[in-house]
Nanobody, 117 residues
Framework: QVQLVESGGGLVQAGGSLRLSCAVS??????MAWYRQAPEKQRVWVAS???????AYADSVEGRFTISRDNAQNTVYLQMSSLKPEDTAVYYC?????????????WGQGTQVTVSS
């Protein structure tokens, strides 16, 4: 059974930093990503990383957030710096898990990030 378990959310002042972690168990993660959902808004993509380490970021977080992964630990991280109140959201880990005949998509349960002004 595949599980994605996130940790690291919390309350931080504007300008501060947080690091989110997402550990995958029960399968091998191929591409991994972070999404976020602010109150009364749709879930949006934040950043993603391939098995080889290629990364991509939403314009809103480019230069402030860094996604990384530890393939041996099947874990993805999101280092968030220079946080703004508009970064407040529930952050979700997403992973494409190796399978046959195709990869399958899984989501974590979400972790709350609140940035106070």
């Amino acid at each position: 059974q595949v599980q994605l378990v996130e940790s690291g959310g919390g309350l931080v002042q504007a300008g501060g930093s947080l690091r989110l972690s997402c550990a995958v168990s029960g399968g091998i993660a191929v591409s991994m990503a972070w999404y976020r959902q602010a109150p009364e808004k749709q879930r949006v993509w934040v950043a993603s990383i391939t098995t080889g380490g290629a990364t991509a970021y939403a314009d809103s977080v480019e230069g402030r957030f860094t996604i990384s992964r530890d393939n041996a630990q099947n874990t993805v991280y999101l280092q968030m710096s220079s946080l703004k109140p508009e970064d407040t959201a529930v952050y979700y880990c997403n992973a494409m898990i190796l399978g046959w005949p195709r990869q399958e998509e899984y989501w974590g349960q979400g972790t709350q990030v609140t940035v106070s002004s």
